[in-house]
């Protein structure tokens, strides 16, 4: 078959195009691109407006004084500049209601280019969308993202977060569900609100190329090392506020015993050398469910504090603890991380508990053929 996946922020995309490769596929990937930089066999990526100082700077006045932001115009021109590369598909995938980031006028125009000249159109839940952000809205889950909005609405991610549940984005929302012939989400998080809609299909886990991201068995020699990767842009949001404030009581508690390696927006590659000497990984507080980051850091053998509820238990049949379940509470990091560190071999045990998840539910092949049968069937 020949498909097309639009949009990319996580890896997410990529790894899937891996196992339809690997299974006999076509697959062509379009998007926009953030500072990760993930590979794209056509970027939209606004580099004129973005990458040129004086351009942005000029891009910028005018955003000021118009709202207007060129750097969204140039997106649909550079798509627009490769619709005939975008036509004939037997399957196209959206990664979210909103995967060019271009304005809503405009990424309509572009959507319903993609709708009217390919075959069949699917969307992933992954990413801030309508429903989910509603769902948070209506305090549903016990804690989310914009848990923290309450205390702080002017904190970065929350205007972002929240502008999904205006009346613009719900409208985008109606028009991409109506062209779609279902939903499938990624992850707990994202099924969860879904429950009962009746485009929602089953969760297909996020794939993991699970031979790339190789398992390497923990040695503790000396000490326990703690990683603690921090993006800037979403400090609050991760809740890296509770994971700093942890650490510093198990840096006084256990000072002789841990390596703490806190960073903070540092390049990718940087981030994944320091990561890959960790024993522990701390990735975010408000999910209940695993991300990319914690995905690829379990498959290769790290114990990662992140999202693990009840509902992700209870879905997967587990009996073994294959992450942490990372709570936004102090104590119970610090009860989570002391227990751990006082007994190492639970640290061993949970890497390889680890290993076998991501092998067992993530592996990139097995997820691909996952979607090859909902595509087909549906």
């Known amino acids: 078959m020949r498909i097309l996946l639009v949009g990319e922020y996580s890896g997410f995309h990529n790894t899937l195009k891996e196992g339809l490769i690997q299974l006999g596929h076509e697959v062509i990937l379009i998007g926009d691109n953030d500072f990760k930089n993930y590979p794209l066999d056509i970027s939209v990526y606004a580099k ?3 990458d040129n100082y004086v351009l942005n700077k000029i891009r910028q006045a005018i955003f000021r004084l118009t709202t207007i932001d060129l750097a969204q115009l140039e997106i649909a021109f550079r798509f627009f500049l490769n619709r005939k590369k975008l036509i004939g598909f037997d399957i196209v995938q959206l990664i979210n209601e909103y995967p060019l980031h271009s304005n809503l ?3 309509k125009k572009m959507l319903n280019y993609i709708f009217k000249n390919n075959k069949k159109t699917f969307l992933s839940s ?13 305090d549903k ?3 989310s993202v914009l848990t923290p909005c309450k205390t702080n609405p002017k904190l970065g991610h929350c205007q972002y977060t929240l502008c999904y549940a205006t009346k613009p984005f719900k409208e985008l929302h109606e028009f991409v569900y109506q062209n779609c ?12 609100p879904l429950q009962n809609h009746p485009k929602a299909l089953p969760l297909i886990p996020y794939p993991i190329n699970i031979d790339k991201n190789e398992f390497s068995p923990l040695i503790i020699k000396d000490k326990i090392i703690i990683f603690h990767g921090i993006n800037e842009a979403n400090y609050y949001k991760k809740g890296n506020n509770y994971f700093e404030k942890a650490l510093e009581i198990i840096e006084e508690k256990y000072g002789d015993k841990v390596e703490i390696t806190t960073t903070r927006s540092i390049p990718y590659a940087t981030y994944i050398k ?8 701390l990735d975010q507080t408000f999910s209940y469910d695993q991300g990319y980051n914690a995905l690829e850091a379990m498959a290769k053998g790290k114990v990662v504090f ?9 879905h997967y049949n ?8 990372a709570l936004p509470e102090v104590e119970s990091l610090v009860t989570e991380l002391s227990h751990l560190i006082e007994n190492p071999e639970e640290i061993i045990a949970i890497s390889k508990r680890a290993r076998a998840f991501i092998e067992k539910e993530h592996d990139y092949i097995i997820v691909a053929n996952k979607y090859l049968e909902v595509w087909k069937k549906n």
Do not use: W
Not at 181 to 192: E, N, R, S, T
């Open 48 to 50: 004129t407006f973005k």
């Open 141 to 143: 889950f016990k804690y």
């Open 318 to 325: 587990l009996k073994e603890r294959v992450c942490i379940n």
């Open 306 to 314: 992140t999202g693990a509820e009840q509902e992700f238990t209870a």
């Open 181 to 192: 012939i279902a939903v499938i989400p990624g992850d707990l998080d994202y099924a969860i």
């Open 126 to 138: 992954c990413g801030d969308d309508y429903p989910s952000v509603k769902y948070m809205l209506e």
């Open 274 to 281: 320091l990561y890959n000497k960790a024993h522990i990984l």
């Open 105 to 107: 006028y405009l990424e």
